[in-house]
């Protein structure tokens, strides 16, 4: 048994991951189940939902340049 993740499109289930040559040419029996989300996904997702709740916009182009100016007061290093 194998089982691999794939979606759907158009009425056609589409494979999203290599299978393999062992299957070639077989028949198979298709068994769709929609994929629950783990903790790992959903903790994900509430990072992201709180980060874009309290983002603001510090007008800073130049933060990974200048990262040390910005964090401890250093002279602006030159480009």
Do not use: F
């Not at 629950?36 to 309290?54: A, D, F, H, M, T």
């Not at 182009?61 to 002279?75: F, I, R």
């Amino acid at each position: 048994m194998l089982t691999v993740r794939g979606k759907v499109e158009n009425g056609k289930v589409l494979v999203l991951e290599p299978i393999g040559d062992s299957y070639e040419g077989k028949e198979v029996i298709i068994t769709l189940a929609d994929e629950p989300e783990s903790e790992n996904q959903i903790g994900w997702k509430r990072l992201l939902s709180v980060i874009e709740e309290n983002q603001i916009d510090a007008d800073v182009t130049d933060l990974a340049h200048q990262h040390d100016h910005y964090l401890y007061g250093t002279p602006k290093r030159e480009d």
